[in-house]
């Protein structure tokens, strides 16, 4: 079978390009990183990707805050080319910093007036700083949504394991009305729980350590309405092999969402 094409959007200060790559290898795609003046300015057309990841970093800085200015080049110079993309149904995969980028971008969690718009004018939710007021840097245990329209999770049987490395990483929405339409629409595609996968319904989330960041109702990952774009904070490209787990976590293998993303974009 080919391998689809996936594009890994590259921009200065990422440095976590080549671990997407590597995974999107090991799961039977065809990575290639681009930067992201190479679509702005014609050199690289982004329709000729099936699948695209913004991955993880220090995009541009974090000079006007994490994953602000990435996001704005998005919004502002890519625009209509990431509004087809999208529109076609190919699948969007943004990780930490590229989490960040989806969110301030507007393409997370989407317009919950337009089924067919793509980008939120005025984005309901946030990432920010960590509750413990420090870089958080552990492993995790994250159980899916068995309900959720997310293309990348909805093959999961079970909770998966990744390590975190952030500073902004707690999810924080506008109100707790928000919070109630993600989860009835089924967008939070992924949450933190306990190392037993313990499931936290009825409670706002698992404590800290395994919520990590505080974010509320232990929100790790948010997809789209339709369900072809997700964004997390931990990082799956770091869990692509069981000798990759320390003994302590607990969890299937995070390229288990690089998979089902592949798997998506070959049928594009």
């Not at 110079?77 to 989806?102: H, M, S, T, W, Y």
């Amino acid at each position: 079978m080919t391998r689809p094409p996936i594009l890994i959007l590259h921009a200065p200060g990422t440095n976590r390009d080549h671990e997407a790559a590597e995974a999107i290898t090991a799961v039977g795609g065809a990575p290639e990183i681009v930067p992201v003046h190479a679509l702005v300015e014609g050199q690289r057309a982004l329709a000729d990707y099936r699948m695209l990841v913004v991955p993880g970093g220090f995009s541009y800085g974090d000079d006007l805050g994490a994953g602000r200015a990435w996001a704005l080049a998005l919004r502002q110079r890519l625009r209509e080319p990431i509004e087809r993309f999208v529109q076609a149904g190919k699948p969007v995969l943004g990780i930490c910093n590229g989490f960040q980028v989806l969110l301030k971008a507007g393409l997370l969690p989407g317009p919950d007036d337009h089924p067919k718009a793509v980008w939120s004018e005025r984005p309901p939710a946030t990432l920010t700083h960590n509750a413990s007021g420090r870089f958080e840097c552990r492993w995790v245990t994250l159980a899916p949504d068995p309900k959720s329209p997310c293309i990348f999770t909805r093959d999961l049987d079970g909770p998966i394991a990744c390590p975190v490395a952030h500073g902004e990483g707690r999810f924080v929405a506008r109100d707790a009305a928000t919070l109630d339409r993600l989860e009835a629409g089924g967008q939070i595609g992924l949450r933190y729980v306990d190392p037993a996968g313990a499931d936290p319904a009825g409670a706002d989330a698992v404590s800290y350590p395994h919520n990590p960041n505080g974010s509320q109702r232990g929100i790790a990952a948010l997809c789209s309405p339709s369900g072809t774009v997700m964004g997390l904070m931990p990082h799956p490209e770091d869990h692509l092999r069981a000798t990759q787990r320390p003994r302590m976590a607990r969890g299937g293998l995070g390229a288990r969402l690089f998979a089902a993303g592949v798997r998506h974009a070959a049928q594009m």
